[in-house]
């Protein structure tokens, strides 16, 4: 028999529908999983065992009354940014230290209700800036792959914990790229959706505009059910749409022919990894081979999108990370006065790249440089949104790499911001233009690091999107292939 960890969500679930197994047993499988590997990967900042046991038993109670629901009985984990009731929520920031919130994060509290095991929170850079999980005020993640690589970021513990087969499944968030660059470096399936589709109500705010929650998992029919339980208008968040929700898994066809595929030239980088493209090129011409037909298209301000990303984005950043002063809540370091409490906490409570960001933003968005800069940027960004609304006129779905590299060294990119924000040159468009975007395993380097293929799908397209990465992945097997550290 498989063990118990191999399971995908939809396998999962049949073997409870039929009483194969039970939450109880699974449940138990991935914490002992987590205690086997956890002290080498470091994907949790917490680690709720004995809730989950808990949670896990009331749902094999659901089930012996007759009961089900879509999740009934899954382990999955959370990354530590989505306010979690009772359950510490530090953003991966010291500031935050013993913060414990009162209530649920809409999109958690929509995966209790569709019976979520929640086995712990996981580890990120703090408050989701970076991509590699070295900004983190904790520790950093290590990659399954290859420990002595970095999981990507911000949500590297989200991408490390499935990629260990530690949760059948996780949440990561995506402002620029936080939820499919992990999903690339450690090889599962990662799903950033359009912006407005999730709610973002107890999302701990990073970049307001651009901050959206999704899933990671084994494949992209479990993303697919995942999302499909997050998905929906949230009267508690006013930028929620209230766009119908189709029925994701439904769609899963398998069938790609005729759909128009574009190619965006500008995402072929010079300086990309040679194994990256090949793999890129390898997907493409298997989706043509299936009768899709591959388009040119052109996204002309894509070399503006990092420059306009990072004044929005810390911009954003700056105006929302001014309530931290330690007075209501998190870690404060008293001083004598009011001022100095909150110089002290802020100063402690906050590590280097996240004061860099707020002093950037705090900048762009003075008197006297707003024009120049935030109002530049978000000129910038309509352009960006008008090149893939042109693009998404002719094609259904586009594809290109999710980075342009494998996972790297630990340490590589640390003394050099500017090359760490070099790994999500290909995704942080999708975040201007308020697209939806998956990552999904085509390949490995030479080195056997996993490879990402990215597929866009229009706002609110992510029904397209998912039918696209399905049929890819059900004729591959790369999502099959396990870390070095598990197999
Ligand atoms: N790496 C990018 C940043 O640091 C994106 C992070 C994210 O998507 N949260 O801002």
Redesign the pocket.
Known sequence: MTSLTDLTITEALAKMRTGEISSVELTQAHIDQIEKYEPQVKAFLTVTAESALQQAQAADDMRADGGDAPLLGIPLAIKDVLSTQGVETTAGSKILKGYVPLFDATCVARLKEAGMVMVGKLNMDEF????STENSGYFTTHNPWDLDRVPG??SGGSGAAVAAHMALGTLG??????IRLPGAFCGVAAVKPSYGRVSRYGLLA?GSSLDQPGPLAHTVEDTARILQVMAGKDPLDATSMPVEVPDYVAGLTGDVKGLKIGVPQEFFVSGMQPEVEQAVQAALKWFEDQGAELVEVHLPHTEYALSAYYII?TSEASANLARYDGIRFGARVDGSDVIETYKLTRGQGFGDEVKRRIMLGTYALSAGYYDAWYGKAQQVRALIKQDYDKAFEQVDVMIAPTSPTTAFKIGQNTSDPMQMYL??ILTIGANLAGVCGISVPCGVDDAGLPIGLQIFGPAFGEDVMFRAAHAYEQATDWHTRKAALIS
Do not use: N, Q, V
């Open positions: 989701a800036m970076g991509s970021g911000s968030t995506d402002t620029g790229g936080s990073y984005a790994a999500d």
